[in-house]
């Protein structure tokens, strides 16, 4: 962990928007796909969506969709996460997750940052 460095939580209420961003200092971004993952007090880490190399694909968690974005710039080597309509279930540490062979083995992690959304 310590690879990716995440930014942009917060504590927000019920319906507000918040954008998480991860920089990949000092490493070759734009061949990976790149992922934001979750974990909740008590629960495990789960996905929350993923992107490919050129920003065409994507794909997320049923419990995000329509509600999140995620996107990447990678002339600044950033991925972002916008997250609307944000509800008490959201609330977790979010982890960016670098994947370099695109078969969904994640060899880089950020070290997280909390989102939490009161009602």
């Known amino acids: 962990q310590g690879q990716l460095v995440e930014s942009g939580g917060g504590s927000v209420q019920a319906g507000d928007s918040l954008r998480l961003s991860c920089a990949t200092p000092g490493r070759t971004f734009s061949t990976y796909w790149m992922a934001w993952f979750r974990q909740a007090p008590g629960k495990e880490r789960e996905f929350v969506a993923r992107?490919?190399?050129?920003?065409?694909?994507?794909a997320y968690a049923d419990s995000v969709k329509g509600r999140f974005t995620i996107s990447r710039d990678n002339a600044k080597s950033t991925v972002y996460l916008q997250m609307d309509n944000l509800n008490p279930e959201d609330t977790a540490v979010y982890y960016c997750?670098?994947?370099?062979?695109?078969?969904?083995?994640?060899?880089?992690w950020g070290q997280g940052t909390q989102v939490t959304v009161s009602s």
């Open positions: 992107i490919g190399w050129s920003g065409y694909q994507t």
């Open positions: 997750a670098a994947d370099p062979s695109g078969r969904r083995i994640y060899q880089y």
